[in-house]
């Protein structure tokens, strides 16, 4: 019998399925570590997770506070440093990439600055820390969005995404050709981009979420798949292993 979950537990589980066996994967704190450790421990062993502090291979045991917290040494294969671990990302070493969202366009240009004006903001918030330089180089990023927004307008580009759409981020220069945000994964559903327009697109709602809230959510015409499917529902194992990597995740259920 499948065991109750939030959509919290979900939202990491179904990143967490964003990462294949023996990629290259950088990770940030909260959601993409926990996404990270999943993998690593039931479906992709050969993953290697690395993250922006050089620290690389980690075998994650418990939750982290920040990129460069102590228990990240637990079980790593080697360190590095920061300036070899953003050429490594220039050099197309790293295959993923997972950003978490404040604010994020319909071309999934993201804002991890500030929100209102730069100099008399509504909140500050962390920064871009290396997400400009992952997202540029790293050869596809999913993006997480637990409590952010989307947005007509960005109050401040932080990291490029699509830019205008189209090709115009192809256009600029960025290597490897074709990268760029290849998913966004929210509490509610799983959206993907366009191949031409790069217009992002519902592909995934979660089980017993509504339709028409995540509609309201979007401030534009939000594009949906014609064969729009619900989210696999985690598995036991998931589930737990949520729940004992990162039990914040876990309050009420779904």
Same mark, same amino acid.
């Given at each position: 019998?499948?065991?109750?979950?939030?959509?919290?537990?979900?939202?990491? #589980?179904?990143?967490?399925?964003? #990462?294949?066996?023996?990629? =290259?994967?950088?990770?940030?704190?909260?959601?993409?570590?926990? %996404?990270?450790?999943?993998?690593?421990?039931?479906?992709?062993?050969?993953?290697?997770?690395?993250?922006?502090?050089?620290?690389?291979? #980690?075998?994650?045991?418990?939750?982290?506070?920040?990129?460069?917290?102590?228990?990240?040494?637990?079980?790593?294969?080697?360190?590095?440093?920061?300036?070899?671990?953003?050429?490594?990302?220039? !050099?197309?070493?790293?295959?993923?990439?997972?950003?978490?969202?404040?604010?994020?366009?319909?071309?999934?240009?993201? =804002?991890?600055?500030? #929100?209102?004006?730069?100099? !008399?903001?509504?909140?500050?918030?962390?920064?871009?820390?290396?997400?400009?330089?992952?997202?540029?180089? %790293?050869?596809?990023?999913?993006?997480?969005?637990? /409590?952010?927004? $989307?947005?007509?307008?960005?109050?401040?580009?932080?990291?490029?995404?699509?830019?205008?759409?189209?090709?115009?981020?192809?256009?600029?220069?960025? $290597?490897?050709?074709?990268?760029?945000?290849? %998913?966004?994964?929210? =509490?509610?559903?799983?959206?993907?981009?366009? !191949?031409?327009?790069?217009?992002?697109?519902?592909?995934?709602?979660?089980? /017993?979420?509504?339709?028409?809230?995540?509609?309201?959510?979007?401030?534009?015409?939000?594009?949906?798949?014609?064969?729009?499917?619900?989210?696999?529902?985690?598995?036991?194992?998931?589930?737990? $292993?949520?729940?004992?990597?990162?039990?914040?995740?876990?309050?009420?259920?779904?």
């Amino acid at each position: 019998m499948s065991k109750p979950y939030t959509l919290d537990e979900l939202l990491a #589980i179904a990143v967490a399925r964003e #990462i294949h066996d023996h990629e =290259n994967v950088v990770l940030g704190v909260g959601v993409p570590m926990t %996404a990270g450790a999943l993998a690593k421990a039931l479906h992709a062993p050969h993953a290697t997770l690395m993250m922006e502090c050089g620290i690389t291979d #980690i075998r994650r045991l418990l939750s982290l506070n920040n990129i460069a917290d102590a228990h990240s040494c637990r079980g790593f294969s080697y360190a590095t440093d920061l300036y070899s671990m953003f050429t490594a990302t220039y !050099r197309g070493f790293v295959d993923v990439c997972f950003l978490g969202v404040a604010q994020v366009d319909r071309f999934g240009n993201l =804002n991890t600055t500030v #929100i209102g004006d730069y100099d !008399r903001p509504t909140m500050r918030l962390p920064g871009s820390g290396g997400a400009p330089d992952f997202m540029s180089y %790293a050869k596809r990023t999913v993006l997480t969005m637990r /409590g952010g927004a $989307f947005v007509d307008k960005l109050d401040y580009l932080t990291s490029p995404g699509y830019l205008d759409g189209g090709d115009s981020r192809d256009r600029c220069g960025w $290597f490897p050709v074709g990268s760029g945000p290849t %998913a966004l994964i929210s =509490n509610k559903g799983v959206f993907r981009f366009d !191949r031409q327009t790069k217009e992002i697109y519902l592909d995934q709602i979660h089980p /017993g979420v509504d339709l028409e809230s995540i509609r309201k959510d979007v401030p534009w015409e939000l594009k949906v798949a014609p064969d729009l499917e619900t989210t696999a529902r985690p598995s036991n194992e998931e589930i737990d $292993f949520i729940r004992d990597f990162a039990p914040e995740l876990s309050a009420g259920s779904a």
